[in-house]
Each structure stands twice: as structure tokens, then as C-alpha cells.
């Protein structure tokens, strides 16, 4: 149902005057019923203590007269309806009421408390009292109780206010209740009509009449609303025609931008390329330097082996230069010489003799540069071996592709360890190695042995100047939260704190023959194959620790 | 004599229980005597005939009731002869302790004011109940030590109830020598550092001149009469000035004796005409001393403050005004003490006694129908401001004595000073004011008597 504010404003005004006038009322007549009990009680109490005071004399001296005298004084006191004086057992000596009170007025029950102050409703001879009962002791001098009074001060007065109270306040809202529809019937004109006029110049407004306003001459807040609302329709007129140049500037900016826009995207995509570019040739460039290394290493390798191969030939060439073979041609001559006579010649000629003494030796002597041959001839075998390994190793390196197969890590680090075993050993490095069972995880080979011996020999250089007991290189392979860890720890130089990711920069480099790409091409190809790796260092002097570590796939058991 | 002869004619057994009943005898007639309730009775008259026809008059009246008084209290005018009084009272009452002394102008009693144009008395006998009585009494020479002759008395009084000074009698009489009131105070505080109570005037002839004293058969002027009453209940008593303090007051810089020379560094006549906004302003003393009888409405006041923190006014009147602004009190004053001005009216001067002889009664307990009879003493400058005529104030204020006693038989004597005691705060001398004591049939200690 619709309601006019015209409406609701006044029954609003009538609700609020009638609640308030109500409501004052009842919170009046209970503060007054309160106040005024309060009042008698206060007023009663020194009533019956001045009559308890003014008994003391009478009660001791047994002085009716006296005693009867002080009564009348207290019923001179309004709202007194009846008093009594007692002796300390609460025998009456004196007592007097203005109306028939059925109670009785004894002091009985009260022997122990000292004074008691009751409001009690007490029935009369046609009805009913409200009264405040008062039961004071009287003491004398030495505060010995001696007696009792008794008054009772009646609060019908209390009754009658409350009621004159209660019918001045209904005229009070009778006269109010007219009053306010009077004011309200006003007020709400006098409101909602003005609110109708800017609502209608609203609806205006919104079918789009901007020049809709509200005519007004009142100050108050309601003309300042009609005056807010012409000036919001001014100003939002305003705005609105600022808006449609704003829009049409916006079209052409969006245009320039997405000319601007275009050209931006063809020279990030010609950038793009140039940078893959870039880093192709970077990579390959950083690729060829680690062939290089690994070639570097083969023939440095191979050129170890084969100073060994050369000395292994040089012992077998001096075995068959002093061998006993050339002196057994000087003994067989002699023997055929003697061939005739043979017996005799070795059993009596001193030379016979000695020359069977020297066959006899000759066995022993045959059997020991056969061992010592047979040695040597071993050991240049395995040279000849291990250059073919060297050789097989970096063929099998060399010119490899990118292909990503599971591989034991341990088997690739043996490798390097291999591949670079002629630089370990002419730094004279030992290698200690912690290797922790391993599954096989998938990486490309070529890419990580080019990182080991990359790290391999780092850290051999690394250690040049450290005595020949420090110079170690602990190499341990672990698995810690679901991933490969390999650590190459040595005892070298150890890099500056502030050094340690610089490390890993293109051509930062403190080696005096570095060219800054190994550690810069170890740590792509770490990228390139989902690891990644890291130096660890506590200072110069101090040794380096450095980390790689590959992602365990989830199902890849250890 | 006769019975130490009968004793030798009879045999041991015969003596034995003669003895025995003897003794019965003896214990019954204590117990009896014992038992007895306290009466008292008065007599009086204006007898112009001289102090022996009064006397017997009195004695008439009052053996209506008492006929063998063990004890009376007398008051008299001085016109009659003082001897001739005491010889007729002791030669009627021989075993009677008696207690006399001078009132001005005129007594009352339980029948009204009596003034007499050639003499009042008026006496009052006690017997039964339990009261015991001592009296002392003694000349005071010019220039006596009156606290040391003070002890003397009151030695004397208790020696003469079988007592020592150690007992702490019911109730003092008192009976004061003009001018050494203060000294007596003093004595008495002496001898009973606790609180007795106390009813004492200053004895004075009508001229208020030095009067004298009747302790039993002997006269003393000027002298000092005591009675000390011991008994085992509660005797009331009061002393009151009905005064009210007016919020003046100042430091004595100046006295000698009962000379107020200065309050508060200025002469005290100035202060004291200041302190009282005109109600002596047609005495003109700036020639020669005047006589002041109208401070007997606005006199001056010694105060006690009690432990409530009020002040309670002994009232000390100033009764003559010097040329040199000095004032002549009625009592001591001392240097450095605060006196303050407190003020009255005939109505609080008629009014206060009777207030005094309730107060007595409520002090001792003594219900209305219970009271034997009483002793008073009224201060005469206040009787006579009142007014001595036969209906006037002083009479109506005695009817309300008598009404407020219900009847009961009461004496009393104008003085010219009262003595009284502040229960917790001493004795006191002072001016304008009334004492009394009340004496209650059963004279037997209440919880003595509950036990028996």
C-alpha cells in the first residue's frame, strides 16, 4: 500500500507525541511515587526519632502526662495516623490514632532488631491505608534501651498527588496530541511538497531534459536541496558535454596508439629475433670453446699417455741392448769350436767348465728379461688402451646433439673424472669420492660432462697454490628433497661472497688465461635441462662447494 | 547494767538461747528497718512569731508523715534566731542528724513559695530506706583556708556516717560560704576525683551578707555545712542554667579573683555593654560602681566542652559595673580562660527548673511515682528577677516543680551561688542557675533488689 509522506510525517508527530507524553508519564510517576515514598520515609524517620528522642525522659520517669503531652505535639504533624510510646518489654504507655487501623499496634516481634521500617497497606474501618509503619528504639544516656515509639505516617497524600499528577497529565496529552496534528499536518506540507517539486524535476532530468530546475525561495535545508539539485543538474549538464569532447579526443589517442602499437610489435619481433640470434651464436660459440676444452684435454691426455708409452720403449729397448743374447753367441762359438771334443773340453779345460756354469745361468738370466719384457710390453699396451679410451671418449662427446636420455649420473662423472684424470694427476690432486646410490634421471650427457670438466678443472686450478695434503676434491652425489644433488668441493682459493653469482655471468673470469664462458655455459645448460646449479664459498682462501642439482621426477625411485 | 546482772543469775544454756533470740530479734528488726521505703515529708512557716514557733509549725506538718525524721534538712530565712531554731528542732528530734542553712528572703516547698515579712523556714526529714547520712560542718575564720577546711568537713561527714573519705557517697549537700565557693570546688574535686553528685547553694542572709550554717545543734557563721548521703540505689540530681550561648565570646587579659578587669585586652564593662547591643546602656558606671541586677538575663559563662562537641554554660554573672571598667562577678575568674556571653529570659529562668527536676529524675532513674521527695536550691538574684511576689513567676515556676514531681514533698532555698556536678566533667560553682536532687522511695539497688 502506498502512503504519502504527507501521511507518514504526521502520524510520525502523532506517534512521538503521544509515545512521548506516555512515556514521560509513567517515568515521571514512578520517579515521583519513588521520590515521594522516599521523602515521607526520610521525613518519617526524623519525625519518629524526634518523638523517640523527646519519649526518653517520659519513658524513664513513667510520665503519662508528659508523655501523652508529646503525642499531641507529633498529630499536629500531617499525615500522622497513629503513635504509641512503650516500655522496654513493649508494654503501651501511651498511644493515640486518627482512624481505626485493624492491626495491632503492639511492639511485639521487634525485640531484637532495633528499629524497623515497614510500608505496609493496613485495613481500616471502610478501606484500605497505605502506611509507613515506623518501630524506633529509645535509648538513654548510657545508650541502654528503655522503650519503643511507634508512628505511623499515612502516604494516602502520595496516592492523591500521583493521581492529580496522572489527570494533569492526560489533559496534558489531549492538548498536545491537537497541538501536534496541527503542526504536523503543517510540517508535512510544508516538507513533502517541496520534495515533490525536485522529484518531478528529477524525472525530468532523467528522460534527459538538462535544463529541468527547481524554482525555490525557501533557505531552509529543503531549498538548500532544490538549490543542490539545480546546481547538480547544471553541473552534470556540463560534464556532459565535457565528456563527449573527452570521448572524441580518446578515439583519435586509441588510433595513434595502435599505429604506435603495431610498429612496436614488428621491432620487438625483429629484436626477438636478433637476441635468439645472439644467443645462438653465444651458445654455440660457448660450445665450441667446451669442445675445445674437451679436445684440450683429450690430447693433453694423450700426450701424458704417451710419454709413459715412450719410456715403457725405451726400458724394452734397453732390455734388448743388454740382453745375454749377444753373450751366448760368444758361448755357442766356443762350444761348436769344442764340439769334437766336448767331453773332454768340459771336463778339463777351465773354460769348458765355466761355460757350462754359464748356460746353467743363462736360464735364470733368460727367465728375468723375459718378466721384465713381458712388463713393459704389458704396460705399453695399456697406454696404447687408454689413449684409445681418451680417444673413444671424446668421439663419443664430440659432436653429440642435444638428446635427452636417462643416464647414472655416476657413470658420467667417472667419465669426466677420466677424461681430465691427466690434469688431476699432474696437479696432483685426490680425488675423494662419496657417491650415493643413484637412479638414472634424464639429461643430456654431452651437456653435463662439458659441465663437469668444467668444474673439474676450475677446481684443480683452483688449488694450485694449496700444499700437496690439501689439494683435495670431494666429489658426492646425494638425493635430498626429491633432488640430485652433485657437489664438487675443493680446498682452493675460494671465491669473494660478493662474487658468487657473479660467477656465473658471461666473461667474469679471475683466471689470468680465462675466458669467463664455462661457468656462464654450465649454468645455461643447467637451465637448458630443468637443473640449476650454484657456488657456495666462505671467502677467499676458504674453498669453493659447487652445486648441481637436477629434479627427481616424482616416480623415479631412488 | 540491769542486763549484766541478769546474765550472772543465769545458767550457760538459758544464756545461750537467750542470745540466740536476741540476735533473731536483731536480724529481723534490721531486716525490717532494711525493707523499709524511703519517706519524707515536709513542713514550713512564715510564723512571725519568732524561729521557735516556725520551727514547731514546721515540725507540726512535717510529723504528719514523718514522725521520727533520721535526718532534716532546713532552710531559713536569717530574720529568725538561729539558735532558737536548731535548740527546738533537736530538742524535738534528738537522734536526728540535722543540716541548715540561710535562704534569701523567703523557701519553698511542695505548697509554694512562702516569704514570710519576719521569716520563712522550711524542713524536710527523711526516714527509712536505706540512706545513710554524715554531716560536717565548720567555721571559716577570715582569711581560712577554705579547700583545706573543705577536707576537714567532709572528713568530718563521713567519720560521722561510719564512712571513710575512700567511699564514694550517693549524693553531697552542700551548704557554701559566700565568696570561697570556688576553693570549696576545688576541695571537693580533691577529695572525689569521680563524678558524685552534688546540690549546693551559698548560704546569704537577705542582703545577700554572709549567712550562717546549722550542722545539729551547733551554729557556724560564717561557715561551711556538708551532709554526705550514701545509699545502695540511684539517687538523681541536676544542675542546669537554661542559657543559651550567643556566639560572643573572648579571652580574660585581665582579673583578680572575682574582679573581670579586661576581655580580649579592653576593659570588660565595654565588651560586656557591646556583647549585650544595649540592654545596659541607662547604667552609666563611668562615675561610680553600679549594681546590675538585669544580668540576670545576659550574664557571662564559663563553658565545658562536652564530648558531643557542644559547649555547656556555667554561667558566672557580673554584678556590678566600676568606673574603671572592671566588673564584679560571682565567681572566679582566671586569666587566660575564654568567657563567653550567653543569654536568657524570665520565661527560660521560671522554666529551667522544672526542666532541672525532670532532669534528675531521668539521671537517677527514678519513674514519677517512684519519687520520695527532693531537695532544691534556686538562685535568689534569679528569684528575684523573676520576681518574689506571691502569684509571680518564681511561684508559678514552683508549682511547675510540683507538678512535675507529682505532688511530691520538696524544700528549697534561694542562694546566692550554686554548686553543682557535670556528670564525667566535675563540680562546678556558678550563677543563676538551680540544683536539685531527688530521692526515690525505693532507695535499695535495683539489681540487689532483683537478686534477693
Not at chain 2, 537554661?242 to 564593662?269: H, M, N, Q, W, Y
Request: hydrophobic share 40%; proline share 2%; charged share 25%.
Amino acid at each position: 500500500m502506498k502512503v504519502s509522506l504527507k501521511i507518514r510525517v504526521f502520524a510520525l508527530v502523532c506517534f512521538l507525541v503521544t509515545f512521548t507524553v506516555i512515556a514521560l508519564f509513567i517515568v515521571l510517576r514512578n520517579d515521583l511515587d519513588n521520590r515521594l515514598h522516599e521523602d515521607f520515609k526520610e521525613r518519617g524517620l526524623i519525625i519518629a526519632d524526634y518523638f523517640a528522642r523527646n519519649s526518653v525522659e517520659g519513658i524513664i520517669i513513667e510520665d503519662e502526662d508528659g508523655l501523652s503531652k508529646t503525642l499531641e505535639k507529633l498529630f499536629e504533624i500531617e499525615d500522622i495516623i497513629y503513635a504509641g510510646i512503650y516500655d522496654n518489654e513493649g508494654t503501651k504507655i501511651v498511644s493515640k490514632e486518627t482512624v481505626f487501623v485493624s492491626d495491632s499496634l503492639s511492639i511485639t516481634g521487634v525485640e531484637d532488631s532495633l528499629n524497623e521500617i515497614v510500608s505496609r497497606i493496613m485495613a481500616g474501618r471502610k478501606n484500605e491505608f497505605r502506611v509507613l509503619d515506623f518501630k524506633i528504639a529509645t535509648f538513654d544516656e548510657e545508650h541502654e534501651r528503655i522503650g519503643w515509639v511507634r508512628v505511623g505516617i499515612n502516604l494516602q497524600r502520595i496516592t492523591t498527588v500521583l493521581d492529580k499528577m496522572m489527570i494533569r497529565s492526560l489533559t496534558m496529552l489531549v492538548f498536545f496530541i491537537i497541538i501536534a496534528l496541527v503542526i504536523s499536518f503543517l510540517m508535512a506540507n510544508s516538507i513533502a511538497n517541496p520534495i515533490n517539486e525536485v522529484a518531478g524535476a528529477i524525472r525530468s532530468f532523467g528522460k534527459g531534459d538538462f535544463n529541468s530546475t527547481v524554482q525555490t525561495t525557501r533557505d531552509d535545508e529543503l531549498g538548500q536541496l532544490a538549490m543542490g539539485f539545480n546546481q547538480m543538474a547544471e553541473s552534470l549538464k556540463s560534464r556532459t558535454e565535457e565528456l563527449q569532447v573527452s570521448k572524441d579526443k580518446l578515439i583519435v589517442q586509441a588510433d595513434d596508439l595502435q599505429e604506435a602499437h603495431d610498429k612496436l610489435e614488428v621491432r620487438v619481433k625483429e629484436r626477438t629475433e636478433e637476441l635468439r640470434t645472439a644467443q645462438k651464436e653465444l651458445v654455440d660459440k660457448a660450445h665450441r670453446a667446451g669442445m675445445a676444452d674437451i679436445a684440450t684435454g683429450t690430447l693433453h691426455n694423450v700426450g701424458n699417455i704417451l710419454n709413459s708409452v715412450k719410456s715403457s720403449a725405451q726400458v724394452i729397448n734397453n732390455l734388448a741392448k743388454n740382453s745375454e743374447v749377444s753373450s751366448l753367441k760368444k758361448a755357442n762359438d766356443l762350444l761348436r769350436e769344442h764340439i769334437d771334443s766336448i767331453e773332454e773340453f768340459i771336463t778339463t779345460n777351465p773354460k769348458g767348465k765355466k761355460l757350462m756354469h754359464y748356460y746353467l745361468k743363462l736360464e735364470e738370466s733368460f727367465i728375468s728379461e723375459n718378466n721384465e719384457m713381458h712388463k713393459h710390453l704389458k704396460r705399453l699396451n695399456d697406454k696404447v688402451d687408454a689413449i684409445v679410451e681418451v680417444i673413444a671418449a671424446q668421439q663419443t662427446y664430440a659432436g653429440k646433439g642435444s638428446l635427452t636420455e636417462e643416464y647414472a649420473i655416476v657413470d658420467i662423472i667417472e667419465d669426466a673424472l677420466m677424461m681430465q684424470s691427466g690434469h688431476i694427476e699432474r696437479y696432483g690432486i685426490t680425488v675423494i669420492k662419496n657417491y650415493n646410490k643413484m637412479p638414472k634421471i634424464p639429461l643430456q650427457r654431452v651437456k653435463l660432462v662439458h659441465i663437469l670438466i668444467n668444474l673439474i678443472n676450475n677446481a684443480t686450478e683452483a688449488m694450485y697454490k694449496a700444499s700437496q695434503e690439501e689439494r683435495k676434491l670431494i666429489v658426492s652425489v646425494d638425493i635430498e628433497n626429491n633432488g640430485v644433488y652433485i657437489r664438487f668441493k675443493d680446498s682452493g682459493q675460494g671465491i669473494a661472497k660478493s662474487n658468487l653469482k657473479k660467477v656465473f655471468s658471461q666473461g667474469f673470469t679471475t683466471r689470468k688465461n680465462g675466458h669467463g664462458f664455462g661457468l656462464h655455459s654450465s649454468a645455461n645448460y643447467m637451465t637448458e635441462m630443468q637443473g640449476e646449479m650454484w657456488a657456495e664459498s666462505d671467502g677467499i682462501g676458504k674453498g669453493t662447494t659447487l652445486t648441481l642439482k637436477f629434479l627427481l621426477d616424482k616416480n623415479t625411485v631412488a | 547494767m540491769l542486763l549484766s546482772l541478769n546474765f550472772r543469775r543465769l545458767d550457760v544454756k538459758k544464756s545461750n538461747i537467750l542470745l540466740f533470740c536476741i540476735i533473731i530479734t536483731g536480724f529481723c528488726t534490721s531486716a525490717l528497718l532494711y525493707a523499709e521505703d524511703l519517706r519524707m515529708a515536709q513542713g514550713w512557716s512564715v510564723n512571725p512569731d519568732g524561729g521557735k514557733h516556725a520551727a514547731d509549725e514546721a515540725i507540726a506538718m512535717m510529723i504528719k508523715v514523718v514522725k521520727n525524721p533520721r535526718f532534716i534538712v532546713l532552710y531559713t530565712t536569717a530574720e529568725y534566731g538561729e539558735q532558737e531554731i536548731a535548740k527546738t528542732l533537736r530538742a524535738r528530734f534528738p537522734e536526728a542528724k540535722l543540716v541548715g542553712m540561710n535562704s534569701y528572703k523567703g523557701v519553698f516547698t511542695s505548697d509554694g513559695l512562702h516569704i514570710g515579712k519576719r521569716g520563712s523556714l522550711a524542713i524536710l526529714g527523711f526516714s527509712g530506706g536505706d540512706l545513710v547520712f554524715g554531716i560536717g560542718a565548720r567555721q571559716v575564720p577570715k582569711g581560712g583556708n577554705a579547700m583545706a577546711i573543705t577536707k576537714e568537713v567532709f572528713a568530718e561527714a563521713a567519720i560521722d556516717a561510719g564512712k571513710t573519705l575512700k567511699d564514694k557517697p550517693s549524693v553531697i549537700f552542700l551548704g557554701a560560704m559566700k565568696g570561697q565557693e570556688d576553693a570549696i570546688v576545688k576541695g571537693i574535686s580533691n577529695i572525689f576525683p569521680q563524678d558524685v553528685p552534688l546540690v549546693g547553694g551559698t548560704h546569704c542572709d537577705n542582703s545577700f551578707g554572709q549567712g550562717y550554717v546549722i550542722g545539729n545543734d551547733k551554729i557556724y557563721k560564717p561557715g561551711i555545712i556538708v551532709a554526705l548521703i550514701y545509699s545502695k540505689g540511684r539517687i538523681g540530681s541536676g544542675f542546669n542554667s537554661g542559657f543559651v550561648g550567643k556566639k560572643k565570646s573572648g579571652k580574660i587579659t585581665a582579673c583578680t579573683g572575682r574582679l573581670l578587669k579586661e576581655i580580649d585586652g579592653r576593659p570588660a564593662v565595654e565588651v560586656y555593654r557591646e556583647w549585650a547591643h544595649g540592654h545596659f546602656d541607662n547604667i552609666n558606671s563611668s562615675k561610680k560602681p553600679v549594681m546590675v541586677m538585669s544580668s540576670a538575663v545576659c550574664p557571662l559563662a564559663k563553658a565545658i566542652r562536652l564530648s558531643n562537641g557542644n559547649l555547656r554554660y556555667i554561667p558566672v554573672r557580673p554584678w556590678r559595673f566600676n568606673p574603671d571598667g572592671s566588673l564584679n562577678m560571682g565567681g572566679d575568674v582566671h586569666k587566660g580562660d575564654t568567657i563567653y556571653y550567653v543569654e536568657g529570659n524570665k520565661i527560660a529562668l521560671q522554666r529551667k527548673t522544672a526542666v532541672v527536676v525532670r532532669k534528675s529524675m531521668v539521671n537517677g532513674k527514678i519513674k514519677i511515682k517512684e519519687v520520695a521527695g527532693g531537695l532544691h536550691i534556686y538562685c535568689a538574684g534569679a528569684a528575684k528577677t523573676l520576681g518574689l511576689e506571691k502569684d509571680g513567676a518564681t511561684a508559678k515556676m514552683i508549682t511547675d516543680i510540683h507538678k512535675t514531681m507529682d505532688g511530691k514533698p520538696f524544700i528549697g532555698g534561694f542562694t546566692a551561688g550554686e554548686q553543682g556536678a557535670i556528670p564525667g566533667y566535675g563540680f562546678f560553682h556558678g550563677n543563676l542557675m538551680s540544683s536539685m536532687v531527688v530521692f526515690p522511695i525505693k532507695t535499695e539497688d535495683a539489681e540487689s533488689t532483683k537478686k534477693k
